[in-house]
């Protein structure tokens, strides 16, 4: 089903950059938002927006597994990143220690991966899906926020939302033969 839709997977989540207007020693949720606003959708948006310190939610293991997954993400079409992803998100939680065994399930090389995320590409990288996610402003309320044609969906329910956009158009992928779709019925009949 991936060949019918344009899909593109952000790990930010909900961290932000310390920048100083909106600067916390820890994490702090309304950070997230201040920053957001002051960087987000702009485009001159103020120094250090996209630069410096970042800080996660869940700490600096979740800022390491976002940029491993951005690292992937870069390096590997989207099937492979979608196998990388469901192996290291669903399966392992995004624990460290199971970078490598994910990118072998999802045939990576983890020294292609390791390199990015020890290279300078690294910040850039991280910027790129850091702006993606503050483009969304305070529009972003949590984590994953899921949008299918510019409109929120939720996420257990994505793939029957996927299929009912991809009906509309005319596209039944195989993808959504397990997935029971509204049927429009015909307009009833007048009887005269």
């Known amino acids: 089903m991936l060949s019918s839709i344009e899909y593109n997977m952000y790990p930010w989540g909900n961290a932000y950059y310390n920048v100083s207007k909106c600067a916390s020693a820890a994490f702090d949720k309304q950070k997230t938002f201040c920053w957001a606003e002051l960087c987000g959708n ?87 899906v850091a702006k993606a996610t503050a483009a969304l402003g305070k529009a972003k309320l949590g984590t994953p926020w899921v949008l299918l044609n510019g409109v929120r969906v939720d996420p257990g329910g994505m793939l029957k939302q996927v299929c009912m956009a991809l009906a509309k158009e005319g596209k039944t992928p195989t993808g959504c033969s397990s997935v029971e779709l509204p049927t429009s019925s015909p307009p009833p009949s007048r009887i005269c």
Request: proline letters at 6%.
């Open 42 to 128: 702009k485009t001159n948006p103020p120094p250090g927006c996209f630069s410096g310190p970042v800080l996660c939610q869940h700490g600096q293991d979740e800022c390491d597994a976002d940029s491993y997954e951005t690292c992937a993400r870069s390096l590997y079409p989207t099937k492979q990143f979608t196998e990388f992803i469901t192996c290291f998100e669903g399966t392992n939680e995004a624990r460290l220690n199971m970078v490598k065994h994910c990118a072998n399930v999802a045939k990576m090389s983890f020294l292609a991966i390791e390199a990015c995320f020890f290279s300078a590409d690294r910040q850039k990288l991280d910027a790129e």
